[in-house]
């Protein structure tokens, strides 16, 4: 589900919602929102007699997405059958069965929940625009095989474990030099700072 509305190319609002089914997991669905948020600076009365802005917006969002990538079975238990055996009555040996994984029907998604705040500004007719993001990402419920103790008989399982955040600022200055019909000269700068951190394990 997705909705948009504007009013006079001001302020703009944006919400979706999503619910995904994975098969890889005993509860399979998993619910996602999302919603964004801008405002057009230079469409306001006090900017337009300004005329070097052409463009200056203030944006926000946020939004949750999931991950499910496991194998299609690693809930279940399963079984593993050896191939020695014995042989009772001269017939063929057929080994033994045994439990070589342990279940977790309590697997479920990955969660990463993401806030942005950006400012974006054109100025002479937008030949130089500069943005500016700053972004936080925290992911939940890290799908991860995890160490069982030995006295399980196991020697690991997939869980939902750990916390971890990346969050950083980046900024990206755009320029138009030259622009004629013969000659174009346009000039890129980007510059990031992230920093990751391990928050539960």
Same mark, same amino acid.
């Given at each position: 589900?997705?909705?948009?509305?504007?009013?006079?190319?001001?302020?703009?609002?944006? =919400?979706?919602?999503?619910?995904? =089914?994975?098969? &890889?997991?005993?509860?399979?669905?998993?619910?996602?929102?999302?919603?964004?948020?801008?405002?057009?600076?230079?469409?306001?009365?006090?900017?337009? *007699? #300004?005329?070097? +802005?052409?463009?200056? &917006? +203030?944006?926000?969002?946020? /939004? #949750?997405?999931? *991950?499910?990538?496991?194998?299609?079975?690693?809930?279940?238990?399963?079984?593993?059958?050896?191939?020695? /055996?014995?042989?009772?009555?001269?017939?063929?040996? #057929? =080994?033994?069965?045994?439990?070589?994984?342990?279940?977790?029907?309590?697997?479920?998604?990955?969660?990463?929940?993401?806030?942005? $705040?950006?400012?974006?500004? =054109? $100025?002479?007719?937008?030949? +130089?625009?500069?943005?500016?993001? $700053?972004?936080?990402?925290?992911?939940?419920? $890290? %799908?991860?095989?995890?160490?069982?103790?030995?006295?399980?008989?196991?020697?690991?399982?997939?869980? *939902? !474990? /750990?916390? %971890?955040? *990346?969050? /950083?600022?980046?900024?990206?200055?755009?320029?138009?030099? #030259?622009?004629?019909?013969?000659?174009?000269?346009?000039?890129?700068?980007? !510059?990031?700072?992230?920093?990751? &951190?391990?928050?539960? %394990?």
């Amino acid at each position: 589900t997705r909705w948009d509305y504007t009013y006079k190319s001001k302020y703009m609002l944006s =919400g979706t919602f999503r619910a995904d =089914g994975s098969s &890889k997991f005993k509860k399979p669905w998993g619910y996602f929102p999302a919603a964004s948020f801008g405002w057009n600076m230079h469409q306001e009365a006090f900017m337009k *007699n #300004i005329s070097v +802005i052409s463009n200056s &917006k +203030i944006r926000a969002s946020f /939004g #949750i997405n999931g *991950n499910d990538r496991v194998g299609n079975f690693d809930w279940y238990a399963r079984l593993t059958q050896t191939p020695n /055996g014995y042989s009772f009555n001269n017939g063929t040996p #057929i =080994g033994s069965v045994h439990v070589s994984a342990v279940e977790n029907p309590d697997l479920k998604w990955e969660k990463t929940t993401s806030i942005d $705040l950006g400012y974006e500004l =054109g $100025l002479f007719k937008n030949k +130089i625009e500069f943005t500016v993001d $700053l972004y936080r990402k925290t992911t939940r419920d $890290l %799908l991860l095989s995890a160490p069982l103790p030995p006295t399980s008989a196991f020697g690991s399982a997939f869980k *939902n !474990i /750990g916390k %971890l955040s *990346n969050e /950083g600022i980046e900024f990206t200055l755009n320029t138009i030099n #030259i622009q004629t019909k013969s000659f174009s000269w346009q000039s890129n700068f980007n !510059i990031a700072f992230n920093r990751n &951190k391990v928050l539960e %394990l």
